[in-house]
């Protein structure tokens, strides 16, 4: 069935390291995904999105790399802080029609200073 | 910057009552969703909400649930009797664009804990 998952539930890094958080998504049919960041009580907080005929997009100190061969997504975070920390998660959205995202489980990110 | 806000910020709440969470997302946005988040797991997806109807959605959203738009800027999710598993953070989210799920901007969300 469908799934979008992550592939480590906990990332620790030291300050200014780079960061990379992966996903795995199983639905070959998704041409929209987002990274979202999740900090404590808080609601999910977009970071930044990739549609299908891309391959790479970059914010900043953000990059978002697609690799729909092997279905994968990553999140590299360019010199982490300790205001990185949070939980990210990836969501996917199939172009049927559909609006809704498909969140996957979550990895936490741990800055070390 | 604008951003979706949500009303309570924590509603406790007896089994069998009836909650009301309310919503206002970014003002120039055109569909509205509700997710929901039970403690340490995924964000879900309830409901989408576009042109004063629903548009999509999942399978938790039974007919425990209803959503509307009461006016040109609240959008509210109502749990008509509520269960012990209703307990989990809510999502209100927004989005401008009509063709897809675009850049959804969520609120701070809504603690409900069902008693």
């Known amino acids: 069935g469908e799934s979008v998952g992550l592939h480590l539930p906990t990332l620790s890094v030291q300050e200014g390291d780079n960061s990379i958080i992966n996903c795995a998504y199983s639905n070959s049919a998704s041409d929209y995904f987002i990274w979202y960041k999740q900090e404590s009580g808080k609601g999910p907080q977009f970071i930044i999105d990739i549609r299908s005929n891309m391959d790479k997009r970059q914010g900043q100190r953000v990059t978002v790399l697609l690799n729909k061969t092997v279905k994968h997504l990553s999140l590299q975070i360019a010199a982490t802080q300790p205001g990185d920390s949070a939980v990210y998660f990836c969501a996917e959205n199939r172009n049927t029609g559909r609006r809704a995202l498909t969140f996957g489980s979550g990895t936490r990110l741990q800055v070390q200073p | 910057e604008p951003e979706v806000t949500q009303t309570p910020s924590h509603q406790v709440t007896q089994m069998g009552q009836e909650v009301i969470l309310r919503c206002v997302p970014i003002?120039?946005?055109?569909?509205f969703y509700w997710y929901r988040q039970i403690l340490g797991q995924k964000v879900e997806f309830l409901v989408s909400f576009y042109n004063n109807e629903i548009s999509e959605k999942s399978e938790i959203f039974d007919d425990q649930f209803s959503v509307e738009r009461p006016d040109g800027s609240n959008f509210t999710l109502k749990i008509r009797s509520t269960k012990l598993e209703d307990s989990a953070m809510y999502f209100c989210?927004?989005?401008?664009?009509?063709?897809?799920?675009?850049?959804?901007?969520f609120g701070p969300g809504t603690r409900l804990t069902v008693t």
């Open positions: 989210a927004s989005s401008v664009l009509t063709g897809g799920a675009y850049e959804q901007y």
């Open positions: 003002s120039n946005h055109l569909y």
